[in-house]
């Protein structure tokens, strides 16, 4: 009987363990990955691009200005959806994906 009752406790541990950790992200959370993910994407054609622009004096300005495009739709996506969002940890990756976002267009002087 011991034994049952450790069993249940460790099969209760483990459920709890993988629903925190590797459950499904809520609805909130996903559209705010999402949009990082957008946002990394959009960040490295805008890198490939400035590097094209210093080798062999390629012109790969449309290809900047189209990722900076993208960047800057995410940024404006990011902020409509921040002011619905009602889920603590989903505001809380929110401001961090705001504050990467700020840093780099600061960094790479994007207005």
Partial sequence: MKKLVWLIILVLVGYFVYAQFFGPLPKEEKEVKALGSR???AQSQYLGALRQ?????LD???DADDAIGAMKKAKKELLE????LTE???????EKLEA?????FEKNDIK
């Fill in 39 to 41: 946002f990394g994407t």
């Fill in 53 to 57: 622009m210093g080798s062999l004096g």
């Fill in 60 to 62: 790969a300005t449309a």
């Fill in 81 to 84: 959806l921040k002011e619905s």
């Fill in 88 to 94: 603590a940890n989903a505001i809380v990756r929110a």
């Fill in 100 to 104: 990467k976002i700020i840093e780099f």
